[in-house]
């Protein structure tokens, strides 16, 4: 069995921040166990590498191809509109 990841190993395999992950563990989309001692303040928290993996897979950006291009929009030129930089 792999050793756990603490939060600073789960952010730098992610490349986010410390407080991001502890949101992450903290909504419960990426479970962790609490490995603080009973009464402790703060809770210490793990990962299992097996968790992250599966994490990565449910979360991984799938792009749909690309989006129709906008249409542009010609300015008035020829409609009577005020010319601010005079064509020489």
């Given at each position: 069995?792999?050793?756990?990841?603490?939060?600073?190993?789960?952010?730098?395999?992610?490349?986010?921040?410390?407080?991001?992950?502890?949101?992450?563990?903290?909504?419960?989309?990426?479970?962790?166990?609490?490995?603080?001692?009973?009464?402790?303040?703060?809770?210490?928290?793990?990962?299992?590498?097996?968790?992250?993996?599966?994490?990565?897979?449910?979360?991984?950006?799938?792009?749909q191809?690309?989006?129709?291009?906008?249409?542009?929009?010609?300015?008035?030129?020829?409609?009577?509109?005020?010319?601010?930089?005079?064509?020489?």
């Amino acid at each position: 069995m792999p050793p756990l990841l603490s939060s600073q190993g789960v952010a730098e395999r992610l490349g986010v921040s410390r407080s991001h992950v502890s949101r992450l563990i903290s909504t419960g989309v990426l479970p962790a166990k609490d490995i603080a001692v009973p009464g402790a303040r703060r809770p210490t928290y793990r990962v299992d590498p097996v968790a992250l993996d599966a994490y990565l897979d449910r979360s991984a950006y799938q792009p749909q191809g690309r989006p129709p291009a906008l249409k542009r929009r010609r300015r008035c030129v020829d409609q009577g509109c005020k010319d601010f930089f005079p064509r020489a």
